[in-house]
Protein backbone atom coordinates (compact mmCIF):
# COMPACT_ATOMS: atom_id res chain seq x y z
CA UNK A 1 0.00 0.00 0.00
CA UNK A 2 2.97 2.66 0.87
CA UNK A 3 4.71 1.62 -2.32
CA UNK A 4 1.57 1.76 -4.32
CA UNK A 5 0.99 5.15 -2.90
CA UNK A 6 4.34 6.79 -3.90
CA UNK A 7 4.14 4.88 -7.24
CA UNK A 8 1.04 7.41 -7.46
CA UNK A 9 3.04 10.19 -5.78
CA UNK A 10 5.78 9.77 -8.37
CA UNK A 11 3.20 10.26 -11.45
CA UNK A 12 1.80 12.81 -9.36
CA UNK A 13 4.94 14.66 -9.59
CA UNK A 14 5.58 14.38 -13.27
CA UNK A 15 2.18 15.62 -13.90
CA UNK A 16 3.03 18.47 -11.69
CA UNK A 17 6.12 19.00 -12.90
CA UNK A 18 5.24 19.35 -16.43
CA UNK A 19 2.66 21.76 -15.51
CA UNK A 20 5.33 24.06 -13.78
CA UNK A 21 8.00 23.46 -16.46
CA UNK A 22 5.25 24.05 -19.14
CA UNK A 23 4.00 27.43 -17.73
CA UNK A 24 6.71 28.53 -16.37
CA UNK A 25 7.75 30.91 -19.75
CA UNK A 26 4.23 31.82 -19.76
CA UNK A 27 4.48 33.47 -16.26
CA UNK A 28 7.99 34.91 -17.14
CA UNK A 29 6.75 36.72 -20.01
CA UNK A 30 4.22 37.70 -17.91
CA UNK A 31 6.35 38.80 -15.65
CA UNK A 32 8.12 40.93 -17.95
CA UNK A 33 5.18 42.65 -19.57
CA UNK A 34 3.85 43.54 -16.17
CA UNK A 35 7.46 45.07 -15.50
CA UNK A 36 7.77 47.19 -19.23
CA UNK A 37 4.05 48.48 -18.06
CA UNK A 38 5.09 49.68 -14.78
CA UNK A 39 8.00 51.15 -16.00
CA UNK A 40 7.69 52.83 -19.43
CA UNK A 41 3.49 52.92 -19.47
CA UNK A 42 2.10 56.40 -18.18
CA UNK A 43 -0.99 56.75 -16.18
CA UNK A 44 -2.10 59.21 -19.10
CA UNK A 45 -1.08 56.39 -21.98
CA UNK A 46 -3.58 54.33 -20.36
CA UNK A 47 -6.31 56.64 -19.39
CA UNK A 48 -5.96 57.80 -23.38
CA UNK A 49 -6.65 54.66 -24.45
CA UNK A 50 -9.54 53.20 -22.25
CA UNK A 51 -12.69 55.66 -22.79
CA UNK A 52 -14.69 57.06 -19.97
CA UNK A 53 -18.11 55.43 -20.85
CA UNK A 54 -18.11 52.30 -18.76
CA UNK A 55 -19.74 50.32 -21.81
CA UNK A 56 -17.16 51.34 -24.31
CA UNK A 57 -14.40 50.46 -21.71
CA UNK A 58 -15.38 47.28 -21.10
CA UNK A 59 -16.05 46.48 -24.96
CA UNK A 60 -12.58 48.02 -25.77
CA UNK A 61 -10.86 45.72 -23.37
CA UNK A 62 -12.98 42.70 -24.24
CA UNK A 63 -11.78 43.18 -27.80
CA UNK A 64 -7.89 44.27 -26.66
CA UNK A 65 -7.56 40.01 -26.36
CA UNK A 66 -7.56 40.13 -30.05
CA UNK A 67 -4.36 41.79 -30.23
CA UNK A 68 -3.03 41.23 -27.02
CA UNK A 69 -1.72 37.69 -26.68
CA UNK A 70 -2.11 36.88 -23.08
CA UNK A 71 -2.52 33.16 -21.44
CA UNK A 72 -3.98 32.66 -18.22
CA UNK A 73 -0.99 32.11 -16.07
CA UNK A 74 0.56 35.12 -17.21
CA UNK A 75 -1.90 37.51 -17.32
CA UNK A 76 -3.28 38.09 -13.66
CA UNK A 77 0.46 40.17 -12.86
CA UNK A 78 -0.43 41.78 -16.15
CA UNK A 79 -3.85 43.08 -14.87
CA UNK A 80 -2.95 43.92 -11.43
CA UNK A 81 -0.56 46.07 -12.71
CA UNK A 82 -3.19 48.11 -14.84
CA UNK A 83 -5.24 48.22 -12.33
CA UNK A 84 -2.49 49.56 -9.96
CA UNK A 85 -1.89 52.20 -13.32
CA UNK A 86 -5.32 53.20 -12.91
CA UNK A 87 -7.45 51.29 -15.71
CA UNK A 88 -10.95 50.48 -14.18
CA UNK A 89 -10.79 47.12 -12.67
CA UNK A 90 -13.98 46.38 -14.16
CA UNK A 91 -12.07 46.51 -17.68
CA UNK A 92 -9.66 45.18 -16.70
CA UNK A 93 -10.71 42.51 -15.66
CA UNK A 94 -12.75 41.83 -18.62
CA UNK A 95 -9.76 41.93 -20.59
CA UNK A 96 -8.42 39.39 -18.44
CA UNK A 97 -11.46 36.92 -18.92
CA UNK A 98 -11.13 37.12 -22.73
CA UNK A 99 -7.41 37.14 -23.59
CA UNK A 100 -6.32 33.83 -22.98
CA UNK A 101 -9.41 32.48 -25.34
CA UNK A 102 -9.25 35.72 -28.13
CA UNK A 103 -5.34 35.47 -29.45
CA UNK A 104 -4.90 34.60 -32.44
CA UNK A 105 -2.78 31.89 -31.23
CA UNK A 106 -4.96 30.37 -28.94
CA UNK A 107 -7.89 30.08 -31.84
CA UNK A 108 -5.62 29.06 -34.02
CA UNK A 109 -5.15 26.23 -32.00
CA UNK A 110 -8.91 25.91 -31.53
CA UNK A 111 -9.23 25.85 -34.93
CA UNK A 112 -6.68 22.85 -35.99
CA UNK A 113 -8.33 20.70 -32.84
CA UNK A 114 -11.86 20.96 -34.28
CA UNK A 115 -10.57 19.46 -37.71
CA UNK A 116 -10.45 22.85 -38.89
CA UNK A 117 -13.82 24.00 -37.94
CA UNK A 118 -14.44 27.13 -37.76
CA UNK A 119 -17.92 26.57 -36.25
CA UNK A 120 -16.11 26.23 -32.78
CA UNK A 121 -14.01 29.21 -32.77
CA UNK A 122 -16.85 31.48 -33.09
CA UNK A 123 -18.73 29.80 -30.68
CA UNK A 124 -15.99 29.50 -28.75
CA UNK A 125 -14.90 32.95 -29.17
CA UNK A 126 -18.42 34.82 -28.83
CA UNK A 127 -19.57 33.06 -25.82
CA UNK A 128 -16.47 34.10 -23.99
CA UNK A 129 -16.89 37.86 -25.45
CA UNK A 130 -20.28 37.75 -23.84
CA UNK A 131 -19.30 36.23 -21.10
CA UNK A 132 -16.37 38.73 -20.22
CA UNK A 133 -18.83 41.83 -21.69
CA UNK A 134 -21.54 41.19 -19.14
CA UNK A 135 -19.40 40.09 -16.39
CA UNK A 136 -17.13 43.94 -17.09
CA UNK A 137 -20.35 45.73 -16.63
CA UNK A 138 -21.92 43.99 -13.77
CA UNK A 139 -18.48 44.91 -11.75
CA UNK A 140 -18.63 48.24 -12.66
CA UNK A 141 -21.36 48.32 -10.06
CA UNK A 142 -19.63 46.96 -7.67
CA UNK A 143 -18.91 49.06 -4.47
CA UNK A 144 -15.60 47.47 -4.12
CA UNK A 145 -13.38 50.28 -6.32
CA UNK A 146 -9.90 49.77 -5.43
CA UNK A 147 -10.10 45.72 -5.93
CA UNK A 148 -6.11 45.20 -5.08
CA UNK A 149 -4.95 43.77 -1.91
CA UNK A 150 -2.21 46.52 -1.13
CA UNK A 151 -1.02 49.28 -3.32
CA UNK A 152 1.19 48.25 -5.60
CA UNK A 153 2.11 51.62 -6.70
CA UNK A 154 5.96 52.25 -5.99
CA UNK A 155 6.41 55.92 -7.69
CA UNK A 156 7.87 55.75 -10.78
CA UNK A 157 10.43 58.17 -12.31
CA UNK A 158 9.81 58.09 -16.26
CA UNK A 159 12.88 60.52 -16.44
CA UNK A 160 15.63 58.15 -15.84
CA UNK A 161 17.97 56.90 -18.89
CA UNK A 162 16.52 53.90 -20.70
CA UNK A 163 19.31 51.79 -19.36
CA UNK A 164 18.31 52.14 -16.09
CA UNK A 165 14.60 51.54 -16.99
CA UNK A 166 15.56 48.04 -18.76
CA UNK A 167 17.27 47.65 -15.45
CA UNK A 168 14.24 48.10 -13.79
CA UNK A 169 12.07 46.14 -15.09
CA UNK A 170 14.29 43.52 -14.97
CA UNK A 171 14.08 43.76 -11.46
CA UNK A 172 10.61 44.37 -11.13
CA UNK A 173 9.64 41.01 -13.06
CA UNK A 174 11.90 39.27 -10.46
CA UNK A 175 9.36 40.71 -7.66
CA UNK A 176 6.67 39.84 -9.38
CA UNK A 177 7.44 36.58 -10.42
CA UNK A 178 8.51 36.26 -7.21
CA UNK A 179 5.14 36.51 -5.40
CA UNK A 180 3.14 35.31 -8.47
CA UNK A 181 5.02 32.04 -8.94
CA UNK A 182 4.42 30.99 -6.09
CA UNK A 183 1.07 30.60 -6.42
CA UNK A 184 0.85 29.14 -9.92
CA UNK A 185 3.14 26.32 -8.55
CA UNK A 186 1.14 25.48 -5.45
CA UNK A 187 -2.13 25.89 -8.06
CA UNK A 188 0.02 23.36 -10.53
CA UNK A 189 0.39 20.73 -7.31
CA UNK A 190 -3.45 20.44 -6.77
CA UNK A 191 -4.20 20.45 -10.02
CA UNK A 192 -1.43 17.33 -10.48
CA UNK A 193 -2.85 16.06 -7.08
CA UNK A 194 -6.39 15.96 -8.69
CA UNK A 195 -5.78 14.32 -12.02
CA UNK A 196 -4.03 11.41 -9.86
CA UNK A 197 -6.12 10.81 -7.09
CA UNK A 198 -9.55 11.64 -8.38
CA UNK A 199 -11.48 10.20 -11.15
CA UNK A 200 -11.73 12.13 -13.73
CA UNK A 201 -14.08 9.67 -15.55
CA UNK A 202 -15.98 9.02 -12.69
CA UNK A 203 -17.37 12.91 -13.11
CA UNK A 204 -17.15 12.08 -16.65
CA UNK A 205 -20.21 9.96 -16.49
CA UNK A 206 -21.81 12.17 -14.45
CA UNK A 207 -22.56 14.54 -17.20
CA UNK A 208 -25.76 14.30 -18.88
CA UNK A 209 -28.37 16.35 -19.54
CA UNK A 210 -27.26 20.19 -21.03
CA UNK A 211 -27.19 21.70 -17.34
CA UNK A 212 -25.40 18.92 -15.84
CA UNK A 213 -22.76 18.44 -18.83
CA UNK A 214 -21.84 21.97 -18.75
CA UNK A 215 -21.79 21.90 -15.50
CA UNK A 216 -19.35 18.86 -15.49
CA UNK A 217 -17.13 20.34 -18.13
CA UNK A 218 -16.42 23.35 -16.51
CA UNK A 219 -15.73 21.91 -13.15
CA UNK A 220 -13.40 19.24 -15.13
CA UNK A 221 -11.84 22.74 -16.73
CA UNK A 222 -11.24 24.19 -13.26
CA UNK A 223 -9.53 21.04 -12.00
CA UNK A 224 -7.41 20.57 -15.19
CA UNK A 225 -6.11 23.47 -15.41
CA UNK A 226 -4.82 23.26 -18.83
CA UNK A 227 -3.07 26.17 -20.35
CA UNK A 228 -5.39 27.63 -23.31
CA UNK A 229 -3.44 26.73 -26.08
CA UNK A 230 -3.35 22.77 -25.45
CA UNK A 231 -7.29 22.94 -24.07
CA UNK A 232 -8.98 22.95 -27.24
CA UNK A 233 -7.19 19.95 -27.88
CA UNK A 234 -8.55 18.42 -24.88
CA UNK A 235 -11.95 19.16 -25.17
CA UNK A 236 -11.99 18.00 -28.46
CA UNK A 237 -11.39 13.95 -27.31
CA UNK A 238 -14.65 14.56 -25.25
CA UNK A 239 -16.66 15.43 -28.94
CA UNK A 240 -18.30 12.39 -28.44
CA UNK A 241 -19.10 11.56 -24.79
CA UNK A 242 -20.35 15.26 -24.79
CA UNK A 243 -22.39 18.18 -26.56
CA UNK A 244 -20.88 20.90 -28.14
CA UNK A 245 -22.44 23.34 -25.90
CA UNK A 246 -20.84 21.76 -22.82
CA UNK A 247 -17.64 21.58 -24.41
CA UNK A 248 -17.76 25.49 -25.37
CA UNK A 249 -18.47 25.71 -22.10
CA UNK A 250 -15.18 23.57 -20.74
CA UNK A 251 -12.98 25.93 -23.49
CA UNK A 252 -14.44 29.14 -22.05
CA UNK A 253 -14.70 28.99 -18.42
CA UNK A 254 -11.25 27.40 -18.22
CA UNK A 255 -8.91 29.39 -19.65
CA UNK A 256 -11.27 32.46 -17.55
CA UNK A 257 -10.69 30.31 -14.23
CA UNK A 258 -8.89 26.98 -13.03
CA UNK A 259 -7.15 26.63 -10.06
CA UNK A 260 -3.59 27.92 -10.65
CA UNK A 261 -4.94 31.35 -11.41
CA UNK A 262 -7.40 31.64 -8.75
CA UNK A 263 -4.66 31.43 -6.44
CA UNK A 264 -2.85 33.94 -8.07
CA UNK A 265 -6.33 36.21 -7.97
CA UNK A 266 -6.52 35.36 -4.03
CA UNK A 267 -3.18 36.69 -3.63
CA UNK A 268 -3.78 39.98 -5.75
CA UNK A 269 -7.61 40.94 -5.44
CA UNK A 270 -9.57 41.59 -2.28
CA UNK A 271 -11.73 38.23 -1.76
CA UNK A 272 -15.23 39.53 -2.22
CA UNK A 273 -13.96 40.74 -6.12
CA UNK A 274 -12.70 37.16 -6.52
CA UNK A 275 -15.42 36.05 -5.50
CA UNK A 276 -17.64 37.81 -7.80
CA UNK A 277 -15.53 37.06 -10.67
CA UNK A 278 -15.26 33.75 -10.28
CA UNK A 279 -19.53 33.35 -9.69
CA UNK A 280 -19.96 35.98 -12.50
CA UNK A 281 -18.04 34.20 -15.01
CA UNK A 282 -19.23 30.26 -13.54
CA UNK A 283 -23.15 31.68 -13.78
CA UNK A 284 -23.09 33.33 -16.88
CA UNK A 285 -20.97 30.56 -18.91
CA UNK A 286 -23.77 28.14 -17.57
CA UNK A 287 -26.58 29.50 -18.40
CA UNK A 288 -24.99 30.87 -22.21
CA UNK A 289 -24.09 27.31 -22.99
CA UNK A 290 -27.24 25.86 -21.07
CA UNK A 291 -29.93 27.40 -23.38
CA UNK A 292 -27.87 27.57 -26.70
CA UNK B 1 19.96 36.70 -1.58
CA UNK B 2 18.01 33.55 -1.37
CA UNK B 3 16.10 34.61 -4.39
CA UNK B 4 19.26 34.48 -6.44
CA UNK B 5 20.01 30.88 -5.03
CA UNK B 6 16.00 29.99 -6.46
CA UNK B 7 16.32 31.91 -10.15
CA UNK B 8 19.50 29.97 -9.55
CA UNK B 9 17.71 26.69 -8.81
CA UNK B 10 15.39 26.87 -11.86
CA UNK B 11 18.07 27.99 -14.35
CA UNK B 12 19.94 24.73 -13.22
CA UNK B 13 16.74 22.54 -13.31
CA UNK B 14 16.05 23.56 -16.78
CA UNK B 15 19.06 23.33 -18.42
CA UNK B 16 19.59 19.74 -16.62
CA UNK B 17 16.28 18.79 -18.37
CA UNK B 18 17.04 20.14 -21.86
CA UNK B 19 21.09 18.41 -21.46
CA UNK B 20 20.14 15.37 -19.88
CA UNK B 21 16.73 14.90 -22.74
CA UNK B 22 14.56 14.54 -19.88
CA UNK B 23 12.54 17.00 -21.07
CA UNK B 24 10.74 14.44 -23.37
CA UNK B 25 9.84 12.52 -20.54
CA UNK B 26 7.41 16.18 -19.56
CA UNK B 27 6.56 18.24 -22.53
CA UNK B 28 6.10 17.78 -26.23
CA UNK B 29 9.44 18.81 -27.76
CA UNK B 30 8.19 21.12 -30.52
CA UNK B 31 7.77 23.55 -27.49
CA UNK B 32 11.18 23.17 -26.37
CA UNK B 33 12.15 26.14 -27.38
CA UNK B 34 9.95 28.26 -24.86
CA UNK B 35 11.80 26.17 -21.84
CA UNK B 36 14.95 26.80 -23.31
CA UNK B 37 14.16 30.72 -23.41
CA UNK B 38 12.71 30.45 -20.08
CA UNK B 39 15.91 28.67 -19.05
CA UNK B 40 17.88 31.83 -20.38
CA UNK B 41 15.46 34.28 -18.60
CA UNK B 42 15.89 32.44 -15.32
CA UNK B 43 20.20 32.75 -15.77
CA UNK B 44 19.93 36.31 -16.65
CA UNK B 45 17.35 36.71 -13.82
CA UNK B 46 19.94 35.04 -11.25
CA UNK B 47 22.68 37.42 -12.75
CA UNK B 48 20.48 40.58 -12.06
CA UNK B 49 19.36 39.63 -8.45
CA UNK B 50 22.85 38.98 -7.50
CA UNK B 51 24.12 42.16 -8.94
CA UNK B 52 20.91 43.64 -7.31
CA UNK B 53 21.73 42.67 -4.08
CA UNK B 54 25.30 43.98 -4.02
CA UNK B 55 23.94 47.13 -5.09
CA UNK B 56 21.55 47.77 -2.83
CA UNK B 57 23.27 46.44 0.14
CA UNK B 58 26.68 47.68 -0.97
CA UNK B 59 28.23 48.28 2.81
CA UNK B 60 27.41 44.48 3.80
CA UNK B 61 30.73 41.99 4.01
CA UNK B 62 29.67 39.88 0.86
CA UNK B 63 31.08 36.53 2.40
CA UNK B 64 28.52 36.46 5.00
CA UNK B 65 25.91 36.05 2.63
CA UNK B 66 23.76 33.89 5.02
CA UNK B 67 23.55 36.09 7.53
CA UNK B 68 22.38 38.68 4.63
CA UNK B 69 19.04 36.67 4.83
CA UNK B 70 18.08 37.60 8.33
CA UNK B 71 19.64 41.11 8.64
CA UNK B 72 19.59 43.09 5.42
CA UNK B 73 15.99 43.66 4.51
CA UNK B 74 15.55 47.23 6.28
CA UNK B 75 17.49 48.34 3.77
CA UNK B 76 15.92 46.50 0.67
CA UNK B 77 14.00 49.15 -1.75
CA UNK B 78 10.95 46.29 -1.88
CA UNK B 79 9.10 45.14 1.13
CA UNK B 80 9.24 41.44 1.78
CA UNK B 81 7.36 39.18 3.55
CA UNK B 82 8.97 38.08 6.87
CA UNK B 83 9.86 34.91 9.01
CA UNK B 84 7.71 32.10 9.06
CA UNK B 85 5.97 33.22 6.09
CA UNK B 86 9.23 34.03 3.90
CA UNK B 87 10.19 30.47 4.78
CA UNK B 88 7.28 29.16 3.96
CA UNK B 89 7.08 30.51 0.33
CA UNK B 90 11.12 29.25 -0.29
CA UNK B 91 10.02 26.28 0.07
CA UNK B 92 7.28 26.35 -2.62
CA UNK B 93 9.75 27.57 -4.50
CA UNK B 94 12.41 24.92 -3.97
CA UNK B 95 10.12 22.25 -3.74
CA UNK B 96 9.36 21.73 -7.86
CA UNK B 97 13.21 22.26 -8.51
CA UNK B 98 13.93 19.68 -5.53
CA UNK B 99 11.55 17.07 -6.66
CA UNK B 100 12.31 17.48 -10.05
CA UNK B 101 15.73 17.23 -9.81
CA UNK B 102 16.25 14.82 -7.24
CA UNK B 103 13.15 12.20 -7.52
CA UNK B 104 12.58 9.57 -10.26
CA UNK B 105 10.78 10.90 -12.96
CA UNK B 106 7.95 8.32 -13.98
CA UNK B 107 6.42 7.32 -16.67
CA UNK B 108 2.37 7.66 -16.51
CA UNK B 109 1.11 4.45 -16.58
CA UNK B 110 -1.75 2.69 -15.38
CA UNK B 111 -2.03 4.49 -12.58
CA UNK B 112 -3.28 7.56 -14.63
CA UNK B 113 -5.73 5.55 -16.93
CA UNK B 114 -7.43 4.68 -13.81
CA UNK B 115 -8.15 7.98 -13.01
CA UNK B 116 -8.14 10.24 -16.20
CA UNK B 117 -10.08 7.19 -18.04
CA UNK B 118 -10.23 6.17 -21.74
CA UNK B 119 -13.00 7.15 -23.58
CA UNK B 120 -14.61 6.26 -26.37
CA UNK B 121 -16.86 7.48 -28.81
CA UNK B 122 -20.74 6.08 -28.44
CA UNK B 123 -21.16 6.45 -32.12
CA UNK B 124 -24.67 5.81 -33.32
CA UNK B 125 -25.23 5.11 -36.94
CA UNK B 126 -25.51 7.39 -40.27
CA UNK B 127 -24.16 10.16 -37.51
CA UNK B 128 -22.08 12.60 -39.73
CA UNK B 129 -22.80 15.67 -37.20
CA UNK B 130 -19.02 17.33 -37.68
CA UNK B 131 -18.70 17.55 -34.19
CA UNK B 132 -19.59 13.68 -33.25
CA UNK B 133 -16.01 12.77 -35.03
CA UNK B 134 -14.86 10.09 -32.94
CA UNK B 135 -11.46 11.04 -31.62
CA UNK B 136 -9.98 8.70 -28.61
CA UNK B 137 -7.86 6.02 -29.49
CA UNK B 138 -8.21 6.96 -32.60
CA UNK B 139 -5.71 9.91 -32.94
CA UNK B 140 -7.08 12.78 -35.39
CA UNK B 141 -4.86 14.11 -37.44
CA UNK B 142 -7.49 16.02 -39.60
CA UNK B 143 -6.22 18.85 -37.57
CA UNK B 144 -2.98 19.27 -39.07
CA UNK B 145 -4.17 19.78 -42.41
CA UNK B 146 -6.50 21.36 -44.76
CA UNK B 147 -10.00 19.16 -45.37
CA UNK B 148 -8.88 18.30 -48.57
CA UNK B 149 -5.15 17.80 -47.95
CA UNK B 150 -6.19 15.55 -45.42
CA UNK B 151 -8.29 13.41 -47.19
CA UNK B 152 -5.33 13.38 -49.89
CA UNK B 153 -3.17 12.67 -47.19
CA UNK B 154 -5.21 9.39 -45.58
CA UNK B 155 -5.64 8.46 -48.76
CA UNK B 156 -2.16 8.63 -49.61
CA UNK B 157 -1.30 7.04 -46.29
CA UNK B 158 -3.73 4.27 -46.28
CA UNK B 159 -2.27 3.32 -49.33
CA UNK B 160 1.31 3.59 -48.25
CA UNK B 161 -0.10 1.18 -45.56
CA UNK B 162 -3.08 -0.84 -47.25
CA UNK B 163 -0.68 -2.64 -49.78
CA UNK B 164 1.10 -3.84 -46.50
CA UNK B 165 0.12 -7.01 -45.46
CA UNK B 166 1.95 -6.27 -42.20
CA UNK B 167 1.96 -3.24 -40.67
CA UNK B 168 4.81 -1.88 -38.17
CA UNK B 169 4.13 0.72 -35.64
CA UNK B 170 7.04 2.87 -33.98
CA UNK B 171 7.56 5.87 -32.20
CA UNK B 172 7.38 7.95 -35.55
CA UNK B 173 4.03 6.78 -37.41
CA UNK B 174 1.88 5.09 -34.22
CA UNK B 175 -0.55 8.04 -34.18
CA UNK B 176 -0.69 8.58 -38.31
CA UNK B 177 -0.86 4.50 -38.23
CA UNK B 178 -3.15 4.17 -35.52
CA UNK B 179 -5.64 7.02 -37.43
CA UNK B 180 -5.52 5.13 -40.44
CA UNK B 181 -6.68 1.77 -39.06
CA UNK B 182 -9.56 3.57 -37.49
CA UNK B 183 -10.48 5.76 -39.87
CA UNK B 184 -11.13 2.62 -42.18
CA UNK B 185 -11.10 -0.36 -40.63
CA UNK B 186 -12.67 -2.30 -42.75
CA UNK B 187 -9.98 -1.87 -45.50
CA UNK B 188 -7.56 -3.67 -43.14
CA UNK B 189 -9.34 -6.53 -42.19
CA UNK B 190 -6.73 -9.52 -41.94
CA UNK B 191 -4.05 -7.29 -42.50
CA UNK B 192 -1.21 -7.93 -39.62
CA UNK B 193 -0.50 -5.47 -37.11
CA UNK B 194 2.91 -4.67 -34.78
CA UNK B 195 3.44 -2.45 -32.12
CA UNK B 196 4.27 -1.63 -28.91
CA UNK B 197 2.70 -0.45 -25.98
CA UNK B 198 1.73 -1.43 -22.08
CA UNK B 199 -0.76 -3.54 -20.94
CA UNK B 200 -4.51 -1.80 -19.22
CA UNK B 201 -6.90 -4.38 -18.15
CA UNK B 202 -10.42 -2.59 -17.78
CA UNK B 203 -12.70 -4.19 -15.43
CA UNK B 204 -15.46 -4.96 -18.12
CA UNK B 205 -13.44 -7.06 -20.32
CA UNK B 206 -13.30 -10.66 -20.37
CA UNK B 207 -10.46 -11.90 -19.09
CA UNK B 208 -8.89 -12.82 -22.24
CA UNK B 209 -9.02 -9.18 -23.04
CA UNK B 210 -7.36 -6.25 -22.49
CA UNK B 211 -6.10 -3.15 -23.65
CA UNK B 212 -2.05 -1.77 -25.03
CA UNK B 213 -1.94 1.74 -24.94
CA UNK B 214 0.24 4.57 -25.19
CA UNK B 215 0.63 7.64 -23.83
CA UNK B 216 0.18 10.17 -26.34
CA UNK B 217 1.14 13.75 -25.87
CA UNK B 218 -0.08 17.57 -26.93
CA UNK B 219 1.89 19.58 -24.90
CA UNK B 220 3.05 18.59 -21.78
CA UNK B 221 1.87 15.45 -19.94
CA UNK B 222 -0.68 17.14 -17.87
CA UNK B 223 -2.84 16.83 -21.34
CA UNK B 224 -2.04 13.28 -22.34
CA UNK B 225 -4.48 10.94 -23.38
CA UNK B 226 -3.91 6.91 -24.39
CA UNK B 227 -4.01 5.41 -27.81
CA UNK B 228 -4.12 1.94 -28.48
CA UNK B 229 -5.98 -0.79 -29.39
CA UNK B 230 -8.14 -3.82 -27.68
CA UNK B 231 -5.76 -7.06 -27.83
CA UNK B 232 -8.27 -10.32 -28.04
CA UNK B 233 -6.66 -13.26 -26.87
CA UNK B 234 -7.54 -17.02 -27.68
CA UNK B 235 -7.18 -17.88 -24.03
CA UNK B 236 -7.01 -16.26 -20.58
CA UNK B 237 -3.98 -14.31 -20.22
CA UNK B 238 -2.30 -13.36 -17.15
CA UNK B 239 -0.65 -9.71 -18.24
CA UNK B 240 -0.48 -7.76 -15.49
CA UNK B 241 -0.80 -3.41 -16.40
CA UNK B 242 1.70 -1.78 -17.22
CA UNK B 243 3.94 -4.56 -18.58
CA UNK B 244 5.21 -3.46 -21.47
CA UNK B 245 4.79 -5.69 -24.95
CA UNK B 246 4.84 -5.70 -28.48
CA UNK B 247 2.03 -7.30 -29.84
CA UNK B 248 1.50 -9.13 -33.60
CA UNK B 249 -2.03 -9.32 -34.25
CA UNK B 250 -4.67 -9.59 -36.95
CA UNK B 251 -6.77 -6.99 -37.35
CA UNK B 252 -10.72 -7.90 -36.44
CA UNK B 253 -13.81 -5.62 -35.84
CA UNK B 254 -16.25 -6.09 -32.98
CA UNK B 255 -19.11 -4.62 -31.72
CA UNK B 256 -18.21 -3.33 -28.67
CA UNK B 257 -21.02 -3.17 -25.58
CA UNK B 258 -18.88 -0.76 -23.27
CA UNK B 259 -18.57 1.94 -26.13
CA UNK B 260 -21.42 0.69 -27.92
CA UNK B 261 -19.90 0.78 -31.37
CA UNK B 262 -17.75 -1.00 -33.64
CA UNK B 263 -13.62 -1.43 -33.26
CA UNK B 264 -11.02 -2.28 -34.75
CA UNK B 265 -9.39 -4.87 -32.40
CA UNK B 266 -6.76 -7.53 -32.71
CA UNK B 267 -6.99 -11.12 -32.33
CA UNK B 268 -3.47 -11.68 -31.15
CA UNK B 269 -0.73 -14.22 -33.08
CA UNK B 270 2.48 -13.41 -31.37
CA UNK B 271 3.16 -11.52 -27.85
CA UNK B 272 6.37 -10.41 -26.47
CA UNK B 273 7.06 -8.86 -23.17
CA UNK B 274 9.61 -5.79 -23.76
CA UNK B 275 11.48 -3.22 -21.61
CA UNK B 276 10.12 0.30 -21.30
CA UNK B 277 11.43 1.94 -24.45
CA UNK B 278 13.34 5.18 -24.06
CA UNK B 279 10.91 7.12 -24.78
CA UNK B 280 7.60 5.96 -23.38
CA UNK B 281 5.69 8.68 -25.20
CA UNK B 282 4.24 9.38 -28.79
CA UNK B 283 3.97 12.66 -29.51
CA UNK B 284 1.77 15.47 -32.03
CA UNK B 285 4.63 16.33 -33.61
CA UNK B 286 3.18 18.15 -37.03
Redesign the interface.
Given at each position: MGNSFFHSFLQMNTIFISIVVEALPFILIGVFFSGIIQIFVTEEMLSKLIPKNRFLAVLVSVLLGFIFPGCECGIVPIVSRLIAKGVPPYAAIAFMLTGPIINPIVLFATFIAFGNNIHMVILRCLTAIIVAYITGIVLSYSKIQNPLLKEHTIPVNYNVPLKQKLWDVCVHAIEEFFSMGKFLIIGAFIAASVQTFISTDALVKIGHGPFLSSLVMMALAFILSLCSEADAFVASSFQSTFSTSSIVAFMVFGPMVDIKNTFMLFNNFKKGYVLRIIGLAFGITLLLTTFI | MA?AY??FG?TVF?VQ?HVSGN?T???NMK?SY??L??AI??G??TV??VI?VFKTEGNHDHEHDHDCDHTCHHGHV?KKEKGFKRFL?AI??I??VF??LF???????S??V??????????EPGNND???????LKP?L???Y??EG?KQLIKQETKEFVNKNHIELNDENFLKGMEVLYDNPGIFLGTKVTYKGFVYREKTLNNNQLFIFRFGI??????S?VYGMLIDFPKKSDLKNDQWVEVTGTLKQMYYQPFKTTIPYLQVDNLKEVKPPNEPYVY?NK
Open positions: - | RMLFLLIKYIYLSTALFLLIQHHSVFFPTGLPISTLDTIDAKGFHFPVSPFMQRQYDSVYGEYIHCVADGR
